[in-house]
Protein backbone atom coordinates (compact mmCIF):
# COMPACT_ATOMS: atom_id res chain seq x y z
CA UNK A 1 0.00 0.00 0.00
CA UNK A 2 2.74 2.35 0.66
CA UNK A 3 3.67 3.13 -3.05
CA UNK A 4 -0.13 3.20 -3.67
CA UNK A 5 0.14 5.89 -0.66
CA UNK A 6 2.24 7.89 -2.16
CA UNK A 7 0.95 8.01 -5.78
CA UNK A 8 -2.54 9.49 -3.66
CA UNK A 9 -0.70 11.62 -1.93
CA UNK A 10 1.27 12.82 -4.65
CA UNK A 11 -1.94 13.74 -6.60
CA UNK A 12 -3.33 15.94 -3.77
CA UNK A 13 0.41 18.08 -3.62
CA UNK A 14 -0.31 18.40 -7.19
CA UNK A 15 -3.90 19.48 -7.56
CA UNK A 16 -2.33 22.34 -4.27
CA UNK A 17 0.34 23.21 -6.85
CA UNK A 18 -1.78 23.63 -10.15
CA UNK A 19 -5.28 24.26 -8.60
CA UNK A 20 -4.55 25.95 -5.36
CA UNK A 21 -6.97 23.64 -3.14
CA UNK A 22 -5.68 22.83 0.11
CA UNK A 23 -4.14 19.38 0.65
CA UNK A 24 -5.46 19.59 4.03
CA UNK A 25 -9.01 20.74 2.83
CA UNK A 26 -8.92 17.76 0.47
CA UNK A 27 -7.76 15.36 3.45
CA UNK A 28 -10.37 16.88 5.48
CA UNK A 29 -13.24 15.79 3.22
CA UNK A 30 -11.89 12.14 2.18
CA UNK A 31 -11.46 11.60 5.85
CA UNK A 32 -14.83 12.61 6.65
CA UNK A 33 -16.47 10.82 3.35
CA UNK A 34 -14.28 7.12 4.53
CA UNK A 35 -15.92 7.65 8.71
CA UNK A 36 -19.11 7.87 7.61
CA UNK A 37 -18.83 4.96 4.95
CA UNK A 38 -17.09 2.75 7.25
CA UNK A 39 -19.65 3.80 9.89
CA UNK A 40 -22.36 2.48 7.79
CA UNK A 41 -20.91 -1.17 8.12
CA UNK A 42 -20.32 -0.98 11.88
CA UNK A 43 -23.62 -0.08 12.79
CA UNK A 44 -22.75 3.73 13.16
CA UNK A 45 -20.85 3.16 15.80
CA UNK A 46 -18.15 6.60 16.63
CA UNK A 47 -15.05 4.12 16.62
CA UNK A 48 -13.38 4.46 13.32
CA UNK A 49 -10.38 6.23 13.24
CA UNK A 50 -8.43 7.64 10.00
CA UNK A 51 -5.15 8.19 10.15
CA UNK A 52 -3.64 10.14 6.97
CA UNK A 53 -0.09 11.82 7.09
CA UNK A 54 1.15 13.09 3.58
CA UNK A 55 4.67 13.40 5.18
CA UNK A 56 4.99 9.84 5.59
CA UNK A 57 3.00 8.53 3.41
CA UNK A 58 1.01 6.88 6.03
CA UNK A 59 -2.90 6.34 5.35
CA UNK A 60 -4.80 3.66 7.52
CA UNK A 61 -7.85 3.46 8.65
CA UNK A 62 -8.95 1.33 11.89
CA UNK A 63 -11.73 0.18 13.72
CA UNK A 64 -11.52 1.11 17.81
CA UNK A 65 -12.52 -2.12 19.80
CA UNK A 66 -12.85 -2.28 23.82
CA UNK A 67 -11.42 -5.54 24.79
CA UNK A 68 -13.99 -7.40 26.97
CA UNK A 69 -14.44 -10.87 28.91
CA UNK A 70 -17.99 -11.03 27.12
CA UNK A 71 -18.91 -9.41 24.31
CA UNK A 72 -22.36 -7.39 23.63
CA UNK A 73 -21.46 -5.13 20.58
CA UNK A 74 -19.44 -6.82 18.28
CA UNK A 75 -18.94 -3.29 16.44
CA UNK A 76 -17.27 -1.83 19.30
CA UNK A 77 -16.36 -4.80 21.48
CA UNK A 78 -13.68 -7.92 21.22
CA UNK A 79 -12.58 -10.40 23.49
CA UNK A 80 -8.75 -10.83 24.97
CA UNK A 81 -8.21 -13.90 22.89
CA UNK A 82 -9.43 -12.14 19.42
CA UNK A 83 -7.66 -9.20 20.38
CA UNK A 84 -4.23 -10.79 21.16
CA UNK A 85 -4.66 -12.00 17.05
CA UNK A 86 -4.19 -8.23 16.34
CA UNK A 87 -1.96 -7.05 19.52
CA UNK A 88 -0.08 -8.94 21.79
CA UNK A 89 0.06 -6.15 23.49
CA UNK A 90 -3.96 -6.59 24.33
CA UNK A 91 -5.44 -6.33 27.75
CA UNK A 92 -8.66 -6.87 29.60
CA UNK A 93 -10.21 -3.51 29.94
CA UNK A 94 -7.70 -1.67 27.39
CA UNK A 95 -8.78 -1.09 24.07
CA UNK A 96 -6.95 -1.72 20.56
CA UNK A 97 -7.36 -0.83 16.95
CA UNK A 98 -7.99 -3.19 14.18
CA UNK A 99 -6.64 -1.75 10.71
CA UNK A 100 -8.56 -2.59 8.01
CA UNK A 101 -7.75 -3.89 4.77
CA UNK A 102 -7.14 -1.19 2.09
CA UNK A 103 -10.03 -2.97 -0.18
CA UNK A 104 -12.38 -2.51 2.90
CA UNK A 105 -12.38 0.98 2.19
CA UNK A 106 -9.80 1.80 -0.74
CA UNK A 107 -12.86 2.08 -3.13
CA UNK A 108 -14.29 4.26 -0.90
CA UNK A 109 -11.33 6.59 -0.70
CA UNK A 110 -10.98 6.25 -4.42
CA UNK A 111 -14.85 7.51 -5.24
CA UNK A 112 -14.42 10.09 -2.05
CA UNK A 113 -11.36 11.42 -3.63
CA UNK A 114 -12.91 12.08 -7.18
CA UNK A 115 -15.43 13.53 -5.70
CA UNK A 116 -13.94 15.97 -3.45
CA UNK A 117 -11.16 16.63 -6.29
CA UNK A 118 -13.94 17.77 -8.73
CA UNK A 119 -15.54 19.86 -6.09
CA UNK A 120 -12.39 21.06 -5.35
CA UNK A 121 -11.36 22.43 -8.61
CA UNK A 122 -15.08 24.04 -8.53
CA UNK A 123 -14.58 25.85 -5.45
CA UNK A 124 -11.08 26.96 -6.52
CA UNK A 125 -12.27 28.39 -10.00
CA UNK A 126 -14.96 29.97 -8.06
CA UNK A 127 -12.46 31.53 -5.73
CA UNK A 128 -10.17 32.40 -8.58
CA UNK A 129 -13.35 33.83 -10.28
CA UNK A 130 -14.52 35.94 -7.27
CA UNK A 131 -10.80 37.21 -6.86
CA UNK A 132 -10.74 38.16 -10.61
CA UNK A 133 -14.12 39.96 -10.22
CA UNK A 134 -13.22 41.69 -6.31
CA UNK A 135 -10.06 42.95 -8.14
CA UNK A 136 -12.25 44.88 -10.73
CA UNK A 137 -14.79 46.16 -8.27
CA UNK A 138 -15.52 50.20 -8.80
CA UNK A 139 -12.94 50.04 -11.77
CA UNK A 140 -13.72 50.17 -15.48
CA UNK A 141 -13.23 47.03 -17.44
CA UNK A 142 -12.80 46.22 -21.52
CA UNK A 143 -15.62 43.54 -22.23
CA UNK A 144 -16.76 41.68 -25.27
CA UNK A 145 -20.00 41.15 -25.68
CA UNK A 146 -21.37 37.67 -26.48
CA UNK A 147 -25.03 37.64 -26.64
CA UNK A 148 -27.80 40.43 -26.74
CA UNK A 149 -31.17 39.14 -25.65
CA UNK A 150 -33.84 40.22 -28.18
CA UNK A 151 -36.45 40.45 -25.31
CA UNK A 152 -35.00 42.35 -22.97
CA UNK A 153 -32.16 43.89 -23.95
CA UNK A 154 -29.99 42.63 -21.62
CA UNK A 155 -26.07 42.19 -23.13
CA UNK A 156 -24.02 39.13 -21.44
CA UNK A 157 -20.62 40.39 -21.63
CA UNK A 158 -17.07 38.31 -20.90
CA UNK A 159 -13.85 40.18 -19.18
CA UNK A 160 -11.57 37.66 -17.81
CA UNK A 161 -12.74 34.91 -17.08
CA UNK A 162 -15.37 36.94 -15.56
CA UNK A 163 -19.15 37.04 -17.10
CA UNK A 164 -21.62 39.41 -16.15
CA UNK A 165 -24.98 40.72 -17.29
CA UNK A 166 -25.69 45.03 -18.44
CA UNK A 167 -29.44 44.99 -18.05
CA UNK A 168 -31.25 47.34 -20.59
CA UNK A 169 -31.00 49.99 -17.50
CA UNK A 170 -27.78 50.33 -17.20
CA UNK A 171 -27.14 50.85 -21.02
CA UNK A 172 -26.27 54.68 -22.21
CA UNK A 173 -29.94 55.32 -23.75
CA UNK A 174 -29.88 55.05 -27.69
CA UNK A 175 -27.08 53.14 -27.98
CA UNK A 176 -27.20 49.79 -29.52
CA UNK A 177 -25.08 47.36 -28.30
CA UNK A 178 -24.48 44.27 -30.75
CA UNK A 179 -22.88 41.23 -30.25
CA UNK A 180 -19.01 40.56 -30.51
CA UNK A 181 -18.46 44.26 -29.85
CA UNK A 182 -16.35 45.56 -27.14
CA UNK A 183 -17.50 48.14 -24.49
CA UNK A 184 -16.20 49.50 -21.65
CA UNK A 185 -18.35 48.88 -18.80
CA UNK A 186 -18.15 49.99 -14.86
CA UNK A 187 -18.20 47.11 -12.30
CA UNK A 188 -20.66 48.64 -9.55
CA UNK A 189 -20.36 45.73 -7.21
CA UNK A 190 -19.01 42.42 -6.33
CA UNK A 191 -21.62 39.80 -4.74
CA UNK A 192 -21.07 35.96 -4.77
CA UNK A 193 -24.43 34.52 -4.64
CA UNK A 194 -25.52 30.68 -4.36
CA UNK A 195 -24.60 30.24 -8.18
CA UNK A 196 -21.00 31.96 -7.44
CA UNK A 197 -19.12 34.97 -7.71
CA UNK A 198 -21.67 38.30 -9.73
CA UNK A 199 -20.76 41.29 -10.61
CA UNK A 200 -23.22 44.41 -10.75
CA UNK A 201 -22.02 46.76 -14.07
CA UNK A 202 -23.17 49.76 -15.83
CA UNK A 203 -22.44 52.28 -18.43
CA UNK A 204 -24.56 55.34 -16.53
CA UNK A 205 -23.03 55.28 -13.52
CA UNK A 206 -21.11 57.99 -12.65
CA UNK A 207 -17.78 56.05 -12.17
CA UNK A 208 -17.57 55.24 -15.09
CA UNK A 209 -16.92 59.08 -16.25
CA UNK A 210 -14.71 59.51 -13.61
CA UNK A 211 -12.52 56.56 -14.71
CA UNK A 212 -12.68 57.37 -18.24
CA UNK A 213 -11.03 60.87 -17.23
CA UNK A 214 -8.52 58.94 -15.07
CA UNK A 215 -6.94 57.10 -18.24
CA UNK A 216 -7.59 60.18 -20.42
CA UNK A 217 -5.91 62.44 -18.08
CA UNK A 218 -2.26 61.88 -16.48
CA UNK A 219 -2.92 65.05 -13.93
CA UNK A 220 -5.98 63.37 -12.43
CA UNK A 221 -4.25 59.91 -12.74
CA UNK A 222 -1.06 61.02 -10.86
CA UNK A 223 -3.23 63.36 -8.27
CA UNK A 224 -1.94 66.42 -9.43
CA UNK A 225 -5.79 67.11 -10.33
CA UNK A 226 -8.58 65.83 -8.26
CA UNK A 227 -12.46 64.49 -9.19
CA UNK A 228 -14.44 66.29 -6.24
CA UNK A 229 -17.46 65.52 -7.69
CA UNK A 230 -19.81 63.89 -10.37
CA UNK A 231 -23.35 64.39 -11.57
CA UNK A 232 -24.53 62.42 -14.48
CA UNK A 233 -27.91 61.59 -17.02
CA UNK A 234 -26.32 58.91 -18.83
CA UNK A 235 -26.23 59.77 -22.74
CA UNK A 236 -27.31 63.69 -22.02
CA UNK A 237 -25.10 65.33 -20.45
CA UNK A 238 -22.21 65.11 -17.35
CA UNK A 239 -21.11 67.75 -15.05
CA UNK A 240 -18.05 67.36 -13.38
CA UNK A 241 -16.31 69.62 -10.78
CA UNK A 242 -12.01 69.09 -10.48
CA UNK A 243 -9.61 70.82 -8.21
CA UNK A 244 -5.81 71.57 -8.67
CA UNK A 245 -3.43 70.79 -5.94
CA UNK A 246 -1.04 72.74 -8.20
CA UNK A 247 -1.30 76.19 -8.79
CA UNK A 248 0.62 76.07 -11.80
CA UNK A 249 -2.40 73.30 -13.33
CA UNK A 250 -5.36 74.77 -14.55
CA UNK A 251 -7.95 71.76 -13.34
CA UNK A 252 -10.42 72.58 -16.07
CA UNK A 253 -7.87 72.69 -18.80
CA UNK A 254 -5.81 69.74 -17.49
CA UNK A 255 -9.29 67.81 -18.61
CA UNK A 256 -10.29 69.73 -21.73
CA UNK A 257 -6.45 68.93 -23.30
CA UNK A 258 -4.40 70.58 -26.10
CA UNK A 259 -7.76 71.63 -28.71
CA UNK A 260 -10.07 69.37 -26.62
CA UNK A 261 -8.69 66.28 -27.61
CA UNK A 262 -8.92 64.69 -24.35
CA UNK A 263 -12.39 65.27 -23.46
CA UNK A 264 -13.40 64.54 -26.94
CA UNK A 265 -12.39 61.29 -26.55
CA UNK A 266 -14.65 60.37 -23.75
CA UNK A 267 -17.53 62.57 -25.47
CA UNK A 268 -16.83 59.75 -28.19
CA UNK A 269 -16.64 56.63 -25.77
CA UNK A 270 -20.27 57.99 -24.05
CA UNK A 271 -22.10 58.25 -27.49
CA UNK A 272 -21.74 62.05 -27.67
CA UNK A 273 -23.01 62.72 -24.41
CA UNK A 274 -22.27 66.69 -23.32
CA UNK A 275 -19.44 66.97 -20.64
CA UNK A 276 -19.89 70.11 -18.88
CA UNK A 277 -15.94 70.56 -16.63
CA UNK A 278 -15.82 73.23 -13.94
CA UNK A 279 -13.69 74.25 -11.39
CA UNK A 280 -14.63 73.08 -7.77
CA UNK A 281 -14.28 76.13 -4.93
CA UNK A 282 -14.73 76.32 -1.52
CA UNK A 283 -16.48 78.74 -1.71
CA UNK A 284 -20.32 77.68 -2.11
CA UNK A 285 -21.29 80.82 -3.95
CA UNK A 286 -18.53 79.95 -6.39
CA UNK A 287 -19.47 76.96 -7.12
CA UNK A 288 -22.80 77.01 -7.49
CA UNK A 289 -22.26 79.69 -10.17
CA UNK A 290 -19.61 77.40 -12.09
CA UNK A 291 -22.36 74.67 -11.63
CA UNK A 292 -24.78 76.23 -13.59
CA UNK A 293 -22.40 76.44 -16.37
CA UNK A 294 -23.10 77.32 -19.57
CA UNK A 295 -25.57 79.61 -18.22
CA UNK A 296 -24.13 82.85 -16.27
CA UNK A 297 -24.88 83.83 -12.87
CA UNK A 298 -25.58 87.27 -11.55
CA UNK A 299 -25.43 86.38 -8.06
CA UNK A 300 -26.16 83.58 -5.47
CA UNK A 301 -27.79 84.55 -2.14
CA UNK A 302 -27.18 81.77 0.44
CA UNK A 303 -30.15 80.44 2.99
CA UNK A 304 -28.94 82.52 6.13
CA UNK A 305 -30.89 79.48 8.59
CA UNK A 306 -27.62 77.01 7.32
CA UNK A 307 -29.31 75.27 5.42
CA UNK A 308 -27.82 73.40 2.02
CA UNK A 309 -30.19 76.23 0.14
CA UNK A 310 -29.99 79.02 -2.47
CA UNK A 311 -31.57 81.35 -4.58
CA UNK A 312 -29.52 82.52 -7.80
CA UNK A 313 -29.76 85.17 -10.01
CA UNK A 314 -29.58 84.67 -14.13
CA UNK A 315 -30.06 86.82 -16.72
CA UNK A 316 -33.89 86.95 -18.03
CA UNK A 317 -32.67 85.97 -21.72
CA UNK A 318 -30.13 82.98 -20.02
CA UNK A 319 -33.20 81.66 -17.67
CA UNK A 320 -34.34 78.77 -19.86
CA UNK A 321 -29.89 78.05 -20.33
CA UNK A 322 -29.81 78.13 -16.82
CA UNK A 323 -32.73 75.75 -15.96
CA UNK A 324 -32.06 73.55 -19.29
CA UNK A 325 -34.27 71.23 -20.90
CA UNK A 326 -36.67 69.98 -18.67
CA UNK A 327 -34.69 71.17 -15.70
CA UNK A 328 -31.49 69.06 -16.36
CA UNK A 329 -29.19 71.66 -16.53
CA UNK A 330 -30.43 73.11 -12.72
CA UNK A 331 -30.91 69.42 -11.47
CA UNK A 332 -27.19 68.39 -12.72
CA UNK A 333 -26.01 71.34 -10.84
CA UNK A 334 -28.02 70.43 -7.67
CA UNK A 335 -26.78 66.66 -7.81
CA UNK A 336 -22.97 67.99 -7.90
CA UNK A 337 -22.91 70.55 -5.67
CA UNK A 338 -25.44 68.99 -2.87
CA UNK A 339 -27.22 72.56 -2.90
CA UNK A 340 -30.57 72.94 -2.93
CA UNK A 341 -31.09 75.53 -5.93
CA UNK A 342 -33.76 78.16 -6.77
CA UNK A 343 -33.81 79.82 -9.54
CA UNK A 344 -35.02 83.58 -10.99
CA UNK A 345 -34.67 86.21 -13.32
CA UNK A 346 -32.46 89.11 -12.85
CA UNK A 347 -35.73 91.80 -12.99
CA UNK A 348 -37.34 89.52 -10.85
CA UNK A 349 -40.64 88.52 -12.84
CA UNK A 350 -40.73 85.16 -13.24
CA UNK A 351 -44.60 84.73 -14.71
CA UNK A 352 -45.00 80.98 -13.06
CA UNK A 353 -43.94 79.69 -9.98
CA UNK A 354 -39.72 79.81 -9.22
CA UNK A 355 -38.35 76.94 -10.47
CA UNK A 356 -37.06 75.26 -7.47
CA UNK A 357 -34.38 72.37 -7.75
CA UNK A 358 -32.97 70.05 -4.96
CA UNK A 359 -29.84 68.35 -4.87
CA UNK A 360 -29.61 64.36 -5.12
CA UNK A 361 -26.92 61.95 -3.87
CA UNK A 362 -25.92 60.35 -6.96
CA UNK A 363 -22.53 59.18 -6.21
Not at 316 to 342: E, V
Amino acid sequence: MSNANTEFFDALRMLEKEKGISIDYLMEKIRNAIVIAVKRDYGGKDNIVVVMNPDTDEFTVSINKAVVETVEDPDTQITLDEAKRYSKKAILGGNIEIKLKTKQFGRIAAQTAKHVIRQGIREAERNQQLQEIQRRNQELVTATVTRVDPRTGAATVEFGKAEAVLPLSEQIDGEIIQEGERVKIYVVDVRDGDKGPRALISRTHPGLVKRLFEMEVPEIFNGVVEIKSISREAGSRTKIAVKSHDENVDPVGACIGARGARVAGIVEELGGEKIDIIEFSEDPMEYISAALAPAKVVGVELDPSGAHSCRVKVPDAQLSLAIGNKGQNARLAAKLTGWKIDIRPESGYYGDEPEEIEEHDEQ
